[in-house]
């Protein structure tokens, strides 16, 4: 890892946009608690440190995986509730690895310091409730179940529902590369290894790179490298990273039973990053795998 972030360190610097704002992401999360529904409109109401413009959002969650949503709506100051759906839904698969997970926004944000707004989370029933261990930071929030018609816990005569830490990042508007899979996949136990990025590759953000349907409890490695022509190893697997760091890893679950998944977070440095060209790909011990190992396909990406 430590050769992969020197790399970074000493590509070619260029303009990039970074997380503009965020609410405790401290790198702690409350893990017994689970959001309700179905079809939850999650809101948690904000001021502007600053004038900016998000054109995405993340929360910290996982745990259950399935279509999400992810908006900015406008200010009820009234009734202290959601008012307007004002950049449109961007939506997402929600991976069950818990993660930082979230969606670009089709209709960036403008806001005004001192400006008050809601991130409204349409969240899967019994995801991850994306909460830190804080005792301060506390952000209020309502819920709706009917589109955003109606919210609860809003201060029109009853008592509104108390603030409680939630874990948000807020992203500028930027140019963002796209990160494009590539090669060829192997299947296994639970067929083919799937590989998902979550986050945006540009210098100060975090990407966080995810295994699912792998095999359950059993050995694993991430090639962190650059892009390469197809390098067949025969029998047991094609590779497509020219790998500078292999991490080890061991896949979640109990052994024969279920899916395993294993996640990387991975830091992108706040200077110099910017041109680098990066690639992974995952690759798993496997009884039902051809000769004993499936891999994924791999991804590749330019940071900004």
Do not use: C
Not at 37 to 46: E, V
Not at 128 to 154: H, I, K
Not at 165 to 184: C, E, M, Q, S
Request: charged share 10%; glycine share 12%.
């Amino acid at each position: 890892m430590r050769s992969l972030l020197l790399v970074l360190a000493l590509s070619a610097a260029l303009p990039a946009q970074q997380i503009v704002a965020n609410r405790n992401d401290d790198g702690t999360l409350v893990t017994n608690v689970t959001m309700g529904g179905p079809n939850l409109l999650f809101g948690m109401r904000l001021v502007a440190e600053a004038n900016y413009t998000i054109s995405a959002v993340q929360v910290h969650t996982g745990l259950v995986g399935g279509p999400a949503t992810m908006a900015i709506w406008s200010h009820d100051p009234i009734n202290d509730r959601p008012l307007q759906n004002v950049s449109g839904d961007g939506s997402y698969t929600q991976s069950t690895v818990i993660t930082w997970q979230g969606a670009a926004l089709p209709q960036p944000v403008n806001l005004l310091q001192g400006e008050v707004f809601w991130v409204v989370w349409g969240t899967p029933n019994g995801a991850r409730t994306p909460l830190s261990t804080n005792t301060v930071g506390d952000v209020p929030y309502r819920g709706s179940f009917d589109g955003g018609q109606t919210w609860n816990g809003a201060n029109n005569g009853a008592q509104p529902w108390p603030a409680r830490p939630y874990k948000i990042r807020l992203f500028a508007d930027y140019r963002t590369n796209p990160i494009v899979p590539y090669g060829l996949a192997k299947a296994g136990t639970n067929g083919v290894p799937v590989q998902v990025v979550y986050g945006w590759p540009a210098m100060s953000n975090e990407l966080g790179f995810v295994l699912e349907q792998a095999a359950p409890a059993s050995p694993a490695v991430l090639a962190l490298g650059t892009p390469t022509q197809q390098i067949q190893l025969p029998g047991l697997a094609d590779v497509f990273v020219n790998p500078i760091v292999v991490l080890p890893f061991v896949t979640t679950g109990t052994a024969g039973r279920g899916v395993g998944t294993a996640l990387l977070e991975l830091p992108i440095p706040p200077v110099g990053a910017a041109g680098f060209t990066i690639a992974l790909q995952w690759f798993v011990a496997d009884s039902g795998a051809v000769n004993g190992i499936a891999h994924t396909d791999a991804v590749q990406t330019v940071i900004n």
